[in-house]
């Protein structure tokens, strides 16, 4: 007798601008569960606003935000206390198209839990990412 495998599945926020950068992440994410964890599923929800994600987090829970910082409507590091503010206990990751580490020490002073770059994604480094950041993955 086969043993059934629970199904899991993750709310993911992504508050980014870049359509092409969204549907990366979404990709990227795929992968990782094809590639790693084939019971889990993330159910994106894409808003290129920081304050349509900061509603949609008022409404209901997450368990994972991603967060571009340069926004139509916030550029900036103080777009992550926003977020985190909202998120409650959702790590908050932060999606960068530039590496540098005074800016990746300042993300997570600012509460951030995680720091992606864009260019740099891979299924691998997501799912380090993921491990790190959240509990129970």
């Known amino acids: 007798m086969e043993a059934s495998i629970t199904s899991i599945e993750y709310k ?5 601008d870049n359509s092409g950068d969204a549907r990366l992440l979404e ?3 795929d992968k990782v569960t094809e590639k790693h964890a084939s019971n889990i599923r993330f159910n994106v929800r894409w808003v ?6 900061i509603q949609y987090l008022r409404l209901q829970d997450y368990q994972l935000v991603f967060l571009d ?11 992550i ?3 985190v503010a909202e998120a409650r ?13 005074t800016l990746y020490d300042d ?7 995680g720091y992606v770059l864009k260019g740099d994604l891979t299924a691998d480094k997501l799912l380090l990412i993921l491990k790190s950041t959240m509990i129970g993955f």
Do not use: F, R, W
């Open 81 to 83: 206390e926003d977020i």
């Open 27 to 29: 990709m990227t994410l």
């Open 48 to 53: 290129n606003l920081l304050e349509t994600g």
């Open 107 to 113: 993300v997570l002073d600012h509460g951030a839990q």
């Open 12 to 16: 993911v926020l992504l508050i980014e």
């Open 89 to 101: 206990k959702a790590p908050v990751i932060v999606l960068s198209g530039t590496m540098d580490q």
């Open 69 to 79: 910082l340069s926004l139509p409507d916030s550029n900036g590091l103080h777009s």
